[in-house]
């Protein structure tokens, strides 16, 4: 089989709703390049596109016996983007420790709910980045340990006060400790020094929809993707209110448009994922 000659015909299927036939096709291709991981890892992608769960996750569930370890940490990278964190954390459990992979598994056990494992973990970095930083946080606030994660989000507040996702992580975190005041005066104040800034309405509608005030959550997050068409932070937030409005089907067009900006967020899955979960 031409795998590229196969694919372009799958993407054209698919592209003209012929999801049946998109259907055997890639399941004939996973057939065909079943030791091949990263063909296996498109496969599982495309289904997931026309929402045909089942078959990707059966696609998903073998690639942890067929990876080689050297590419483990690309296929873990690629398991969890698609929504699979148990079978990426299944890779990384049983290659050899480095600083990604150890901040990979810290990702894939934060999506597990393991979070005291998750936040274990970033012990073992010598180096965290402030992405590491803000899964600790949110890992320490997801086990209950509130003052800890303050404290961290504080910190890393400090670190870099204008990164939107630790602002985001510092709102959380608050409003997971019951704090919510501190962080509605937080986003208040943020917001009057940049009204016209998408990131500083991104933020507000965030703290909104935490807070399930969803009919403001999606004026503001509608308010910042218009001003920024890329901000993926007021996207995910918007498509979680069109979804408890009902709206499934924009839903999935933000997760799909989400998807062409940034191929392999787990934001596409979360959406998903909440769009079956509400159907």
């Known amino acids: 089989m031409d795998k590229e000659k196969a694919l372009k015909e799958i993407r054209s299927n698919i592209s003209k709703g012929s999801t049946g036939p998109a259907t055997e096709q890639i399941k004939e291709l996973a057939n065909c390049f079943s030791e091949d991981v990263f063909t ?8 997931k596109a026309i929402e045909d769960e089942k078959n990707a996750r059966n696609i998903a569930g073998i690639i942890p016996e067929k990876v080689k370890k050297e590419d483990g940490l690309e296929a873990a990278k690629g398991l969890r983007g698609l929504g699979y964190p148990a079978e990426a954390e299944k890779i990384l459990s049983g290659i050899e420790e480095s600083e990604e992979t150890v901040r990979e598994r810290m990702r894939a056990l934060f999506d597990l709910r393991r979070f005291e494992e998750s936040a274990i973990l970033y012990d073992k970095l010598t180096g965290p980045t402030l992405s590491d930083s803000v899964v600790r946080a949110e890992s320490l606030s997801a086990n209950k340990e ?68 969803t009919k ?8 910042a993707v218009q001003g920024d068409p890329g901000n993926t932070m007021a996207m995910e937030t918007l498509a979680y209110c069109l979804i408890e409005n009902g709206k499934l089907k924009e839903a999935k067009i933000v997760a799909g448009a989400i998807n062409e900006k940034e191929p392999g967020n787990p934001a596409v899955a979360r959406i998903l994922n909440a769009c079956r979960a509400a159907d």
């Open 40 to 47: 296996l890892l498109t496969c599982a992608s495309l289904l």
């Open 216 to 223: 403001s959550a999606g004026v503001l997050a509608s308010k």
């Open 146 to 213: 509130h003052d800890r994660a303050a404290a961290a989000a504080k910190e890393i507040l400090a670190e870099a006060p204008e990164d939107l996702n630790v602002q985001r992580c510092y709102c959380a975190v608050l409003t997971a400790a019951g704090r919510s005041k501190e962080a509605e005066k937080f986003v208040k104040d943020n917001l009057k020094k940049n009204k016209a800034s998408p990131d500083a309405n991104a933020l507000a509608a965030y703290q909104l929809w935490i807070e399930g005030k």
